[in-house]
């Protein structure tokens, strides 16, 4: 069982907006770490998509955006596209298990 | 462009030791601001962060796979290294390495990624 919980499956037709939450706890998000999001398509390495809760990196498009709110944190993406459909993880670290923890991921399938 | 490439034997028995290269190119791993590291993906499962190392040789390990990994660098021939001792079947996965951006607590450019069995 994944330290940070999120929905396993999520799913929206093209040019719809999802969301994907993604809940922690005292010792982690509600701890003030911030919290990291990575896309992993079918059959590749995971990819760096929201660092520091809300920050993209150069060429992710302005469509990903991440937000955070006491002991949870939200991945949102508007304009859905067929290449969106990719397995999403949240991340974070844990003080109490001076760990880096993961969420178990959100299957995103666009209709 | 900074890429990260592992590599390593795809089976290994169980009881025995993994071992795991991750060969950067793009950039010297002496950079002063980043440090590596390893994060591991069980067939149909989530991720799971094995350890960093910065390129002067502090590390930092998961509690969980603490007593079993030793992470080390070679910064004359710009490779970082995993070792995992006494392996078991569930520690089949594909092992990625990876840049830390930092002290941030995330993994900001990845390698492919190496699958790994422990079977006989």
């Known amino acids: 069982q994944s330290v940070l919980t999120q929905p396993p499956s999520v799913s929206g037709a093209p040019g719809q907006r999802v969301t994907i939450s993604c809940t922690g706890g005292s010792s982690n998000i509600g701890a003030g770490y911030d919290v990291h999001w990575y896309q992993q398509l079918p059959g590749t390495a995971p990819k760096l998509l929201i660092y520091?809760?809300?920050n993209r990196p150069s060429g992710v498009p302005n469509r990903f955006s991440g937000s955070k709110s006491d002991s949870s944190a939200s991945l949102a993406i508007t304009g859905l596209q067929a290449e969106d459909e990719a397995d999403y993880y949240c991340q974070s670290y844990d003080s109490s298990l001076s760990d880096w923890v993961f969420g178990g991921g959100t299957k995103l399938t666009v209709l | 462009q900074l890429q990260l490439q592992e590599s390593g034997p795809g089976l290994v028995k169980p009881s025995e030791t993994l071992s795991l290269t991750c060969t950067v190119s793009?950039?010297?791993?002496?950079?002063?601001?980043?440090?590596w590291g390893w994060i591991r993906q069980p067939p149909e499962k989530g991720l799971e962060w094995i350890g960093n190392?910065?390129?002067?040789?502090?590390?930092y390990y998961s509690p969980s796979l603490k007593s079993r990994v030793t992470i080390s660098v070679d910064t004359s021939k710009n490779q970082f290294y995993l070792k995992l001792t006494s392996v078991i079947a569930s520690d089949t996965a594909v092992y990625y390495c990876?840049?830390?951006?930092?002290?941030?607590?995330?993994?900001?450019?990845w390698g492919r990624g190496t699958s790994v069995t422990v079977s006989s």
């Open positions: 520091a809760n809300s």
């Open positions: 793009g950039a010297s791993i002496n950079r002063s601001s980043y440090y």
């Open positions: 190392i910065y390129y002067s040789g502090s590390t």
């Open positions: 990876a840049r830390r951006a930092g002290t941030n607590y995330y993994m900001d450019v």
